[in-house]
Nanobody, 125 residues
């Protein structure tokens, strides 16, 4: 059973940076996809960045390209989301989700078999 735990959220000023972590357990080795999703009040939950555990390919939402970077730690099966030049519109609860095994051809989890509980990111002066 896949389990995910997010950490690293908090309050940051506009232009600042944060790094989120998604600690995963129960994944099929080298056969998973993990994505970071965010949900602001009254808005739909959307994917902002994803990574394939098979080949390391990544996906970014257009709004975060050049500001966010997703990466993985092979030793710990942890996926990070480094967020830079944060804006007020980035404020949301950030969740990680996983498919394991992944759906062939997709870098993002499709079935989202597992979710973490989320971590709050607030960008405000």
């Amino acid at each position: 059973q896949v389990q995910l735990v997010e950490s690293g959220g908090g309050l940051v000023q506009p232009g600042g940076s944060l790094r989120l972590s998604c600690d995963a357990s129960g994944l099929t080795p080298d056969n998973w996809a993990i994505g970071w999703f965010r949900q602001a009040p009254g808005r739909q939950r959307v994917a902002v960045a994803c990574i394939s555990g098979r080949d390391g390919n990544t996906y970014y939402q257009d709004r975060v390209k050049g500001r966010f970077a997703i990466s993985r730690d092979f030793a710990r099966t942890t996926v990070y989301l480094q967020m830079s030049n944060l804006k007020a519109e980035d404020s949301a609860v950030y969740f990680c989700a996983a498919d394991s095994p992944l759906v062939r051809g997709y870098y993002c989890p499709v079935h989202k078999n597992a979710w973490g509980r989320g971590t709050q990111v607030t960008v405000s002066s």
